[in-house]
């Protein structure tokens, strides 16, 4: 816009003999810069006319293009600032209203963006997922994905209160700092002591603090890369089968799930909706080739492979 101001300016400077200035008859630099502030933002007063052809062509095909210019550029500022944002602010409020089974994602780095971006892969839907975050440019990128955002640091209670921590399934805790992480833990614990929280943790030493602290499953990026490097080196296609396992978009898929009705009394190798590797009863942790897993009872958990052309929408 200055620079659009800075052409009329000149334009008009150069063209200043052609410029009649009706209350006092001299056209000084002052009244240039009037002038064109004047002529650039509405169509003039009249104190001040083109005379000339040239100063009159000037202001008709440079001056005039430069006001609906700047005209649109003050438009599309109030839309970014005032009603965008104005929108964007009612729509979350709106959403964060309604949010209930959600999930939280605490942090919008590269561990908190990829996370959202796999839940959305996985068609979970983005009105249900909030980002909480004290990087507002990061907000305005989740924003764009559709999913609602939490300016604000997530240690403290009245964030995690305005994203409906109390209402939430899962919160994901990826701030990438490990204190940070564990003070977000105690914090949505004593606010939403049923909800799942998972925490990255970047030290190995601070895995049992995040326990300590209530964190309901723990992921080390660091010691399972290591752990995947090394396991490598038995075989090149292992990474690749593990990462088929963790997204969306493998060939197979780990799924969790709770026993159906129709499997109740069941061997856990009997089912056939998918291949079962492990069963949860309770907070027991069950192989499928003990014998707790030749029964299986309401209420159990099984963790089953699924390929693609066989996944359900049972939940």
Same mark, same amino acid.
């Given at each position: 816009?200055?620079?659009?101001?800075?052409?009329?300016?000149?334009?008009?400077?150069?063209?200043?003999?052609?410029?009649?200035?009706?209350?006092?008859?001299?056209?000084?630099?002052?009244?240039?810069?009037?002038?064109?502030?004047?002529?650039?933002?509405?169509?003039?007063?009249?104190?001040?006319?083109?005379?000339?052809?040239?100063?009159?062509?000037?202001?008709?095909?440079?001056?005039?293009?430069?006001?609906?210019?700047?005209?649109?550029?003050?438009?599309?500022?109030?839309?970014?600032? %005032?009603? /965008?944002?104005?929108?964007?602010?009612?729509? %979350?409020?709106?959403?964060?209203?309604?949010?209930?089974?959600?999930?939280?994602?605490?942090?919008?780095?590269?561990?908190?963006?990829?996370?959202?971006?796999?839940?959305?892969?996985?068609?979970?839907?983005?009105?249900?997922?909030?980002?909480?975050?004290? =990087?507002?440019?990061?907000?305005?990128?989740?924003?764009?994905?559709?999913?609602?955002?939490?300016?604000?640091?997530?240690?403290?209670?009245?964030?995690?209160?305005?994203?409906?921590?109390?209402?939430?399934?899962?919160?994901?805790?990826?701030?990438?700092?490990?204190?940070?992480?564990?003070?977000?833990?105690?914090?949505?614990?004593?606010?939403?002591?049923?909800?799942?929280?998972?925490?990255?943790?970047?030290?190995?030493? =601070?895995?049992?603090?995040?326990?300590?602290?209530?964190?309901?499953?723990?992921?080390?990026?660091?010691?399972?890369?290591?752990?995947?490097?090394?396991?490598?080196?038995?075989?090149?296609?292992?990474?690749?089968?593990?990462?088929?396992?963790?997204?969306? =978009?493998?060939?197979?898929?780990?799924?969790? /799930?709770?026993?159906?009705?129709?499997?109740?009394?069941?061997?856990? /190798?009997?089912?056939?909706?998918?291949?079962?590797?492990?069963?949860?009863?309770?907070?027991?942790?069950?192989?499928?080739?003990?014998?707790?897993?030749?029964?299986?009872?309401?209420?159990?958990?099984?963790?089953?492979?699924?390929?693609?052309?066989?996944?359900?929408?049972?939940?």
């Amino acid at each position: 816009m200055l620079l659009l101001v800075g052409i009329a300016l000149g334009g008009h400077w150069i063209e200043r003999s052609g410029l009649r200035d009706n209350t006092d008859g001299a056209v000084s630099f002052l009244d240039i810069v009037y002038f064109t502030v004047i002529t650039v933002t509405t169509v003039g007063y009249g104190d001040i006319v083109p005379v000339s052809d040239a100063a009159r062509m000037f202001d008709t095909f440079v001056v005039t293009p430069i006001r609906i210019f700047v005209f649109l550029i003050f438009l599309g500022s109030a839309y970014s600032f %005032m009603l /965008r944002q104005g929108w964007e602010r009612w729509r %979350m409020g709106f959403i964060r209203r309604e949010l209930k089974d959600h999930v939280i994602v605490c942090g919008y780095g590269r561990s908190g963006s990829a996370a959202v971006s796999e839940l959305l892969e996985r068609d979970h839907p983005a009105e249900r997922i909030v980002v909480v975050d004290t =990087n507002a440019d990061r907000l305005r990128l989740a924003e764009e994905l559709g999913v609602a955002t939490v300016e604000g640091d997530a240690t403290h209670n009245k964030v995690l209160e305005i994203a409906r921590v109390e209402t939430a399934r899962t919160v994901i805790v990826c701030p990438g700092r490990d204190d940070t992480a564990v003070l977000i833990i105690l914090t949505c614990r004593r606010l939403s002591p049923q909800a799942a929280v998972a925490v990255s943790i970047a030290a190995i030493e =601070n895995e049992l603090l995040a326990r300590d602290a209530g964190a309901s499953i723990i992921v080390n990026p660091v010691s399972f890369g290591g752990q995947l490097l090394a396991q490598c080196t038995a075989g090149p296609h292992v990474a690749d089968y593990v990462a088929d396992l963790v997204t969306r =978009n493998g060939k197979i898929e780990l799924r969790e /799930r709770a026993v159906r009705a129709d499997e109740v009394g069941s061997a856990a /190798r009997e089912v056939t909706s998918g291949q079962i590797v492990r069963l949860y009863r309770g907070d027991r942790a069950i192989s499928i080739d003990e014998p707790d897993a030749q029964h299986l009872q309401a209420g159990d958990l099984v963790i089953e492979l699924v390929e693609p052309r066989r996944r359900s929408s049972t939940p």
